[in-house]
């Protein structure tokens, strides 16, 4: 396989962003958010959502502007890099990798999940394992074609949405939302936060494609905002519809409740409820296809900065994708998928996000302070947006702190020690 270290192909325009955006994202719609709803209650989590919404929006506006000042496909650890050296690019490329490379696991579960849902005999895990195989194999074939892909599936999973939202929203009613809406109080809020971040998780992958952009300063933006402006609208609608068409506990713990919710509006036998749970697999495929865009350029950038072996920065000469790159996140993704439920994976994978959302904005704030960096795309309202982002990530990363004390300490010794290997390989690495 003939191969070179080095650059990527600039081919992506503003609606292969939008499409990338929201299909990093869109799965996040489909399944695993109802989680909350089990810790939270339908209320409290709706609570959860909004205040994760006001994260996420000030976060993406200030976050472009690193993207647009900084494009590069190492995202996060460049950021903090340029601004806090080798520690700060460590720590972000670690955390950016935990989200990234733990989140499509889930994704392939569920794919699972549905594809069980509409044909029993065919076992959860063999699908998740194949759509590892099978879409590592059309990444590697271009970032355009790719590309191409991504916005199809991912105009079809919007359209799919509109549709769910058009067929249950007339079933809805406020007394089934509003039955136990809070069973655990204020606390559920603060429990529910990483399946609220789960409905927003990886928009922020757009970023690791930055150097296969043309003309970056303008277009990241636009995809950026219409991807985020998206999402905002689908989370809210589809979150609250489903919570009020009948006993919305029923779905609260299940990897598949927007098919489950078309069926106790129509009837598990009735034929828009198969054909839903089967075109439901193209916003599945949206996110698991981008996540995988998205790590393997996390891969390929840590490695060319030297944080992960060099083999990994390799770029395939006929096609310019990093196959190397590709495969060890499948790999890596493969291993995750047989040692934990979806909810945990989840937990695992906001976990990672928070803490890179907290270095972003720290990263941001220092790196206003150098004369060097005169960004195209300025952060409005500075510093308050960067200043709520950075506030609102601190608290959610305390409550899943909190909440889930064996899978952090998991998360943050699994980061001492990679920062320990490279203390000891003679890397200049400072606290």
């Not at 396989?1 to 939008?18: A, C, F, I, Y």
């Not at 003309?215 to 998206?230: E, F, H, L, M, Q």
């Not at 083999?311 to 993704?333: E, I, Y």
């Not at 609102?392 to 320990?420: E, H, K, P």
Request: charged share 10%; net charge positive.
């Amino acid at each position: 396989m003939s191969e070179q270290t080095g650059t990527l192909k600039k081919v992506l325009r503003p609606v292969h962003l939008w499409a990338l955006a929201v299909g990093l994202v869109i799965s996040g719609e489909y399944f695993g958010w109802n989680y909350g709803w089990s810790v939270a209650g339908t209320m409290g989590f709706l609570i959860a959502t909004i205040i994760i919404t006001v994260l996420y929006i000030t976060f993406i506006f200030s976050f472009t502007e690193l993207t647009t000042s900084i494009p590069d496909a190492g995202g996060p650890s460049t950021y903090a890099l340029k601004a806090f050296g080798a520690t700060g690019g460590l720590i972000a490329g670690y955390a950016t990798l935990i989200e990234f490379v733990f989140a499509p696991p889930a994704i392939a579960f569920a794919l699972g999940s549905y594809v069980h849902f509409l044909h029993s005999e065919i076992p959860v895990m063999y699908t998740a394992v194949g759509c590892y195989v099978i879409f590592t194999i059309i990444n590697m074939l271009g970032i355009k074609e790719s590309a191409v892909f991504n916005l199809i599936v991912t105009v079809l999973a919007v359209a799919e949405l509109l549709i769910f939202i058009g067929i249950v929203s007339p079933s809805f009613q406020t007394k089934n939302f509003m039955q136990d809406n809070m069973p655990f109080g204020i606390t559920g809020i603060f429990a529910a936060i990483p399946f609220a971040i789960w409905f927003y998780l990886g928009i922020e992958g757009v970023a690791m494609v930055a150097e296969e952009v043309k003309d970056p300063k303008r277009n990241i933006p636009k995809g950026y905002i219409a991807g985020i402006v998206t999402l905002v609208l689908l989370a809210l609608a589809v979150m609250i519809f489903s919570g009020g068409i009948g006993n919305w506990k029923s779905l609260s713990t299940i990897d598949y409740p927007l098919p489950a919710s078309i069926a106790m509006v129509l009837g598990k036998t009735n034929s828009w409820t198969k054909i839903f749970a089967g075109i439901g697999l193209f916003g599945l495929i949206a996110s698991f296809h981008s996540l995988i865009i998205g790590y393997s350029r996390q891969i390929f950038a840590l490695s060319r900065d030297g944080f992960l072996p060099a083999v990994l920065s390799r770029v395939n000469t006929r096609f310019q994708t990093p196959h190397w790159a590709l495969l060890a996140g499948m790999l890596a993704g493969l291993i995750s998928l047989f040692t934990g439920t979806t909810d945990k994976v989840i937990i695992i994978s906001a976990l990672g996000a928070v803490v890179m959302y907290c270095i972003s904005m720290i990263s941001l704030f220092k790196l206003r302070k150098q004369a060097s960096h005169r960004p195209s795309f300025k952060t409005p309202l500075y510093p308050w947006f960067p200043g709520i982002a950075l506030t609102l990530s601190i608290i959610s990363l305390i409550a899943i702190i909190y909440y889930n004390l064996i899978l952090s300490i998991i998360f943050f010794a699994g980061l001492m020690m990679v920062w320990l290997v490279f203390r000891m390989m003679g890397k200049r690495l400072e606290i």
